[in-house]
């Protein structure tokens, strides 16, 4: 085996196992679904490789060659995909259909061209060139948020450079004199190995980036309540608990039993923008919401907050509402469990009956 085979043999491997990695993930959590834009072009672009090293050994020299550049421009362009559905980059909806349809034309408008030649080589590498820096754009503003973001705006840019450097190492080291002949000539050897190390560089840095946004949201679930986007009881305590911490004693903290099926996004969008901006918001349980009223709160604001809260709880609905002032230097659990005190009282009084509230 060549070593122009072994490195297009490598890289197929490679590309095979990040397709699956990427894939895994995507597959795993439903907030990285997008992901499988770009399992699936390392799965595509690895069709490239493949496609040299078969036309070695079959005689479809022609639809090879086109399935092989086919291939590769493919992957680059939904790596730029998915690139920008995770890092929320909005791109025009025609500009990657245009560039592949484009990187067609070009490979077949220069199908007969003399290779080794500066004309035919700029105009074969000119689509892989554009594709790769509109991802290197994508991820360029975000190379200040992590290492492994600036790492992989790097890689993507090298891999950029490397593509437009081609051209010249092309005429330089020869490619063949036919397609067929490529895995054999020099330039295979450095064009393959430049572009598999680079490559295998983007995927690495990617999976960081990847892992790292994925432990990011794992622990915002844990705090979240996902029909909702509130907080749940384990956010709700702890962002209860910071603010207790920081801001003076005298809150009020509201407990309410909801109906929540006849609670609505816009009731709850509105009770939100009828909060002050340091009020908290949280839905402790399936059925059960709870706020908090920092400070020495206006007492029409308090007012208005009581109705919208009761109001979430739906017609006929028999729940309560409970309330209770903080005390300094109180826990945030206790305080939480007093107000449920509270609302249980509430709730046995509303309904006609007594009984006795459980212990805080």
Not at 44 to 57: N, W
Not at 75 to 85: N, V, Y
Not at 321 to 346: I, P, Q, T, Y
Request: proline share 6%; glycine share 10%.
């Amino acid at each position: 085996m060549t070593g122009g085979l072994l490195a297009l043999a490598i890289n197929v491997v490679v590309s095979g196992l990040f397709a699956a990695v990427f894939l895994l993930v995507a597959r795993s959590h439903r907030a990285f679904r997008h992901l499988g834009w770009i399992a699936a072009a390392w799965a595509v672009g690895a069709g490239a490789p493949a496609a040299e090293v078969l036309l070695r050994v079959t005689p479809w020299t022609t639809v090879l060659s086109f399935t092989g550049y086919a291939c590769f421009s493919a992957g680059a362009h939904l790596l730029a995909h998915g690139l920008a559905r995770h890092y929320r980059r909005a791109l025009p909806r025609w500009l990657l259909p245009a560039s592949f349809a484009a990187s067609l034309i070009i490979r077949l408008a220069i199908w007969d061209g003399e290779r080794n030649t500066m004309p035919y080589e700029l105009y074969y590498q000119l689509p892989f060139v554009t594709a790769l820096a509109i991802s290197g754009v994508i991820v360029w503003p975000a190379r200040r948020r992590s290492v492994w973001d600036a790492i992989l705006a790097g890689c993507l840019w090298l891999f950029t450079l490397t593509f437009a450097s081609k051209p010249v190492a092309a005429i330089l080291l020869g490619s063949g004199a036919t397609a067929r002949d490529y895995a054999s000539s020099l330039y295979a050897i450095y064009s393959q190995a430049a572009s598999g190390l680079i490559a295998l560089g983007c995927g690495i840095a990617l999976m960081a980036v990847v892992i790292r946004d994925l432990r990011v949201r794992l622990k915002r679930d844990l705090v979240t309540d996902a029909p909702t986007g509130l907080p749940n009881r384990r956010g709700f305590l702890a962002g209860l608990q910071a603010r207790m911490d920081t801001a003076p004693a005298g809150g009020l903290l509201i407990v309410c039993e909801a109906g929540w099926q006849a609670a609505p996004h816009d009731r709850i969008t509105a009770l939100r923008q009828a909060l002050p901006p340091t009020a908290l918001l949280g839905r402790i349980d399936p059925q059960r919401l709870a706020v908090l009223l920092p400070g020495e709160t206006d007492p029409d604001r308090s007012a208005i907050v009581r109705g919208m809260i009761r109001d979430l709880s739906g017609a006929g609905h028999d729940g309560g509402l409970g309330e209770v002032r903080l005390a300094a230097g109180e826990d945030a659990a206790a305080a939480l469990a007093r107000a449920e005190g509270s609302l249980f009282l509430d709730a046995e009084l509303r309904k006609g009956r007594r009984g006795p509230a459980p212990q805080p």
